[in-house]
């Protein structure tokens, strides 16, 4: 199999305090990981992208200082959202992909509510 | 870039009826196509995938199809069931990256 676990599963924060993710592959080594928020009703918005022991690469629009992710091992990654707003509530899923291959395998994300 | 344009946006079958997905993607050189279906409130799935060196696979009642010349690719699935319904994304390669489509609401009505 191709196991991947996200915790929290949901967490509720207050405006200006920092909320961490975390992102374990169960089964297999992750040479990377993948970081998605998701919108009511909406598709897969890739974040950023994390290689193991590297720094994360990240799309357009998505600042790096807000949105800190850690990849310090084959098996796990970290998003920790850093003076989160209320703009920033969203499904925040991670996945993760094998060395060589295409396929991305999704953990079951995490639902942040800033109050 | 990868740019992917998923249609139909919703889907209502019948039960037992057949449901077709399609989507479009821009990067000739794409190589991997994968569907992945999403219930409310859920981790995506991946339910199945293509590869550019096969025109169609199938896994029991869903079947993929690729063609390449006009660089699009369907997702099927037959004799629909009730717990079919989900919201199913498509997704092309951008180095090993996936660019997903706006997804496809699936209704099957009993």
């Known amino acids: 199999g191709a196991v991947v676990s996200q915790h929290p599963s949901w967490v509720i924060c207050k405006s200006g305090t920092s909320v961490k993710i975390e992102c374990r592959s169960l089964d297999f080594q992750a040479t990377t990981m993948f970081w998605y928020r998701q919108f009511p009703k909406q598709s897969l918005m890739l974040m950023a992208t994390?290689?193991?022991?590297?720094?994360?690469?990240?799309e357009q629009g998505v600042e790096k200082d807000k949105f800190l992710i850690n990849h310090a091992s084959l098996t796990l990654s970290t998003l920790t959202v850093t003076s989160a707003h209320p703009e920033d509530s969203s499904f925040y899923i991670c996945?993760?992909?094998?060395?060589?291959?295409?396929?991305?395998?999704f953990g079951p994300g995490t639902r942040l509510t800033v109050t | 870039g990868e740019n992917v344009e998923q249609h139909p946006s919703t889907l209502s079958v019948q039960e037992g009826d057949s449901a077709v997905i399609k989507c479009t993607y821009s990067d000739s050189a794409s190589n991997y196509f994968p569907w992945y279906k999403q219930e409310l409130g859920k981790r995506p799935q991946l339910i199945i995938d293509?590869?550019?060196?096969?025109g169609e696979k199938k896994d029991q009642r869903i079947a993929v199809t690729l063609n390449k010349t006009a660089k699009h690719f369907s997702l099927h699935i037959t004799e629909t069931q009730p717990e079919d319904s989900a919201v199913y994304f498509c997704?092309?390669?951008?180095?090993?990256?996936?660019?997903f489509g706006k997804g496809t609401k699936l209704s099957v009505i009993p």
């Open positions: 293509i590869r550019s060196n096969v």
């Open positions: 997704a092309a390669p951008r180095g090993y990256q996936l660019t």
């Open positions: 996945s993760g992909r094998r060395r060589g291959l295409y396929e991305q395998y």
């Open positions: 994390s290689n193991e022991g590297s720094k994360a690469t990240y």
